[in-house]
């Protein structure tokens, strides 16, 4: 594991203002760690302003090659704070709404997105973990999507992105009937890609990251956009898109470094060209 930095208060902040998003940087790897424990990490305004805003730095910084979101061993984020609805209930259908530009940056980042998940990953907070390239799951942790108790539906992805991750019958099971699962059962169903002890979550999925950022950049990248592609475009055109990618990462420097140091039996110098 990497050297760990002290955390610093998100760049979104301004001097004097609340801070709910602390930035820590592992090596290549950028943990973001959701901080509004008295309200379970619920996502106001000020939340989502911060997340999105520490997201944008991220994908912007050369020295982070993998992103984890996290949040407090109680609660991942519990959703939308509740008494920010009135606001939203005055828009009208095709209004865009204050998290609407976070989950639109998460799905369009160019570095992986790894959520730490421990407790409850409820509605947007569910849709988060989602919208991420893949999620690591605590045993305490608890998904759902508990839109429909209270008269409306997941509005940041989540009808779209379970249907997908987990496939129509088990998609609906936590859309209709809105109760909580397991993380058993969500890595069961394909919604996370591992659980493991909570104490071991954080480190887990920043272990991930760090593997990621071993890897070559660029592939990365273009690989990540291929697979994230799949699940919108059908099969013909997704292996057109695979190809392209393909073709462009085979003139890369990275490419002819990592061909050599394979045939030299060496650890490869990637520097992201």
Do not use: Y
């Not at 976070?102 to 409850?120: D, E, H, Q, Y």
């Not at 890897?215 to 956009?225: G, I």
């Amino acid at each position: 594991m990497s050297e760990q930095t002290n955390p610093t208060p998100a760049s979104a902040a301004a001097a004097g203002d609340e801070v709910f998003v602390q930035v820590e940087d592992r090596g290549g790897v950028r943990v973001l760690t959701l901080d509004r424990p008295k309200a379970l990490n619920a996502l106001s305004v000020d939340l989502v302003a911060q997340l999105t805003a520490a997201l944008t730095d991220a994908e912007s910084t050369d020295s982070v090659r993998a992103i984890v979101l996290t949040g407090s061993d109680k609660a991942f984020c519990a959703g939308a704070d509740i008494t920010q609805i009135p606001q939203m209930q005055k828009a009208a259908p095709l209004d865009k709404l204050a998290f609407d530009g976070l989950f639109s940056t998460i799905a369009r980042l160019n570095k992986p997105t790894i959520a730490a998940v421990r407790g409850m990953a409820f509605g947007g907070g569910c849709e988060i973990a989602l919208a991420c390239d893949m999620a690591i799951a605590g045993e305490s942790a608890q998904f759902g999507v508990p839109e429909v108790k209270l008269g409306v539906l997941p509005g940041a992805g989540g009808t779209q992105r379970l249907v997908h991750a987990l496939g129509k019958a088990k998609a609906m099971r936590m859309l209709l009937t809105g109760e909580p699962v397991t993380a058993t059962w969500a890595e069961s169903a394909g919604l996370v890609a591992e659980v493991v002890a909570d104490v071991d979550v954080l480190d887990t999925a920043v272990g991930i990251g760090e593997t990621i950022a071993g890897n070559a950049p660029l592939a990365v990248r273009l690989t990540a956009d291929a697979a994230r592609h799949a699940e919108e475009l059908g099969l013909s055109r997704g292996l057109d898109l695979e190809r392209r990618n393909f073709l462009l990462l085979l003139g890369t420097e990275d490419a002819a470094e990592g061909i050599s140091a394979f045939a030299e039996r060496r650890t490869a110098d990637f520097k992201g060209a």
